[in-house]
Structures are given as structure tokens and as C-alpha cells.
């Protein structure tokens, strides 16, 4: 078998542009231009790079973008005033702190910090709570990105075996509370988990959210299962210039899988697009 590769670039575009769509929309309905802030603590080179393709893309789907980079040396204090006069800017419809924080700065309270209404990525735990109660929460962004890159090859969901490894806040947890929201059987696997092939064997949906490269393997995998690689790992290459790669071994897990996504584009391009539309619909929930 030859798995079809589930285009995250070529999705999370078609995500963009509904997006840009809507945003016209609200503006043309209400005089509203949903605006997005980023707060940025620190110099780690990935969150900076992750931080300016959220400008860029919020941007140009026709929202404000408020930007905020902060000293590593910055108080808790001078974080939540930031985060408190953001909360009260009514031209600010999301807040997005960029994780990680500096070690002290202990992120959770920082993200309970932020109003509700306005937590795009969904980590505040009134969101979490409404995420595995039913109710209209805003859901993380890469789980909710995977969930629409799984439906686009697998619409029947229910009572399918789902196995999730990772059981981080970020990505496993609501990944799992997604996939049992849609009824599937759901296993959610870590660092822990006793015979991890085995349980993976089970699965008619595998997500990976690890962060180690290509660990999952064809072996691991039950014919003609969907695959969602969400790790990003970067590795050595013999011409020096390195290399991303996910957490399972795409090549391999190709010749057993019936659709994959692949790193990069996968679920990385889909994070941001579905965080936009998460700001999108909090401008809207502001005038509604
Ligand atoms: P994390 O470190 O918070 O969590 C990793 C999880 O993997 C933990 O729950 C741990 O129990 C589990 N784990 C670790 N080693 C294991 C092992 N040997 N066997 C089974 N489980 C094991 O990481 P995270 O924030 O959830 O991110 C996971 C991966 O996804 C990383 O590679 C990260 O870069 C990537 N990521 C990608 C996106 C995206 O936009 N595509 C977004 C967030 C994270």
C-alpha cells in the first residue's frame, strides 16, 4: 500500500482564505477588523520564527496584528499588566503568549491571566473545561488542525480506535478530548506506556506527539490506518545543513499506512491557519 500524503500546506491555504473571507465579512457587517496580539518573552530563535510567521500570516488575511517582545528578564508583574491592558483593548479580539515562558515565569498562571473570550489557543482551563464538557470552547489550534486534517480523508470517525501518544496540554490532551468528542475509542499513550507498538498496532487513527524523530515505525502501525504526524524534530544531515522530520518514519510508515501527513506539511502549516480562524470567530463572538 501506498499512503496518500495529506497536504497540510495546500488545506491550511484553503483555511486562509475563508478566513481573509470572513474577515472582510465582519468588517463590511459591523465595522469590526479582528485583531490578534502576540506576546513574545525572550530570544528563543524558534519562537521568534514561529512569532514572526503569525504576524505576517494575521496580517495578511486583512487583521491587526499588536506585537509584543519582551526582555527575557521580565516580572511576572509586568507580563499580567501587559496581558491585563490587552484584555481590556477592544481592539484585541486574541491573545497569544508564545510558549515556552523563561523558567520564571511558570506559564500557567500566566495563561489563566488571559480573559477567556480572548485565549485563541485555547490553554486557559475555562476552555479546557468546555473542550471535555461539550461545550463551545476555543480548541488548541494543532489538535484542532489535525482533527480537520482527519476528516478530510476519513469522515467516519466514530467507534474508530484512535491512539494518541503524547499526553501534553498543548497537543495529546485535546487531541484526545477531540477524537472522543466524535465518539472514536480513544487510548492516549506516553512516556510510560508498556508495549507501545502493540497499542499503536490497534489503531485506526494514530496521532504522534512525541518529539522524537521517526520513532513509529511501518511495524507499528495496522494496515490502513491514517497517520497524523504532529512532531517537528530537526536532525543531522551528511551536508551539514540538518533536516526536519516528524516523529514517525514517513517513508516507511508509507508502504503500510492509507493517508500520512508529512513534516513539514503536515499539521505544522494547518497550527497557525486554524489559530487565525480562531480569531476570526473570537471578533465575532465580541459583536454577537
Ligand atoms: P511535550 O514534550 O510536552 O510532550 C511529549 C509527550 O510525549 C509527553 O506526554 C510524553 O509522555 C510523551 N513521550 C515522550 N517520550 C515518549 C516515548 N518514548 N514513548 C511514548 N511517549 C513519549 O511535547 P508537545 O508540546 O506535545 O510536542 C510534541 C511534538 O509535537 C514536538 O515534536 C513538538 O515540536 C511538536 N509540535 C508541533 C506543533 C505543530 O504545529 N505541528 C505544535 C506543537 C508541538
Redesign the pocket.
Known sequence: MTATRIDGKAFAEKVREEVAVGVKALKASHGVTPGLAVVLVGEDPASQVYVRNKVRQTEACGMQSFHHVLDTTTSRDSLLSIIESLNADPEVHGILVQLPLPDHLDSRDVIEAIDPAKDVDGFHTSNVGELWTGGEPFIPC?PIGCLRLLKSVEPNIAGKNAVV????N???RPMAALLLNESATVTI???K?KD?PAVCRQADILVA????PQ?VKADWIKPGAVVLD????RIETEDGKGKLVG?VDFDDASTVASAITPVPGG??PM?IACLLANTLEAAKRSVS
Not at 506527539?209 to 522524537?212: E, L, M, N, P
Not at 504532529?230 to 524534530?233: A, L, M, S, Y
Request: glycine share 20%; charged share 10%.
Open positions: 494543532t501518544i503524547g499526553r501534553s498543548i497537543v495529546g499513550a506516553h512516556s506506556t507501545l506527539a512525541v518529539g522524537r520513532m504532529v512532531g517537528i524534530n516523529d499539521p505544522g497550527t
